[in-house]
């Protein structure tokens, strides 16, 4: 199997500056330290995404279900360009997706994923547009990306992805599809 990636993108402004620089030295400490550099990636994400979950600050456009169909929609598209997607999670102010890109794909996988941003962000920006200025940002920059090793590893992120809506605590139509899809079998 080629290595699946795990993806977290987020709403800008949904970590508080201060804890972002809180996560990433402690990120840093664990790398100059000698952690492993898998294990250094989960230790960092379990904390950044206990942050999300709780939601301290920022915007939840995703608890609008158009919006949430706008980021399915395009996240069940990218199977059309090559990708195979294994699961999705869409929570208010943060999605997860597993997916990969087979090795004999032409596609620039960070290009795709760059152009999933902007599209996105884009349709979703026109149905938000009296809420946000048109100079703001909608998706923070860049995303977390975790590469997914063996199928052993594979069925855990996709249990922590089907269950991460029902972990943090939100009602049930976060639970199920549009919102979480289980995609193609690995």
């Known amino acids: 199997m080629v290595p699946a990636a795990f993806l977290t993108f987020r709403l800008h402004g949904t970590i508080p500056a201060a804890t972002g620089c809180e996560l990433a030295a402690e990120l840093r400490l664990a790398r100059e330290a000698g952690t492993d550099h ?9 904390r950044f995404d206990a942050v999300l979950d709780r939601a301290p600050i920022g915007a939840g456009y995703f ?3 158009k919006m949430a169909e706008v980021l399915a929609g395009e996240i069940m598209m990218l199977e ?11 929570l208010p102010n943060h999605a997860h997706i597993v997916l990969h890109l087979p090795a004999s794909s032409n596609l620039s996988f960070a290009k795709a994923i760059d152009l999933l941003h902007l599209r996105t962000g884009t349709a979703c920006r026109r149905l938000v547009r009296p809420k946000l200025p ?3 940002q909608f998706w923070q920059v860049g995303w977390f990306n975790y590469e997914v090793q063996g199928e052993a590893e594979l069925t ?21 599809w549009p919102y979480v899809s289980e ?4």
């Open 156 to 176: 855990r992120v996709l249990a922590y992805v089907r269950g991460n809506a029902r972990q943090a605590g939100l009602p049930a139509r976060f639970q199920e």
């Open 38 to 46: 898998q294990r250094a990636q989960k230790q960092f994400f379990a």
């Open 80 to 90: 059309e360009t090559g990708f195979t997607v294994h699961g999705f999670a869409i």
């Open 63 to 65: 608890e609008n279900e």
């Open 183 to 186: 995609g193609k079998e690995k």
């Open 134 to 136: 048109p100079e703001a």
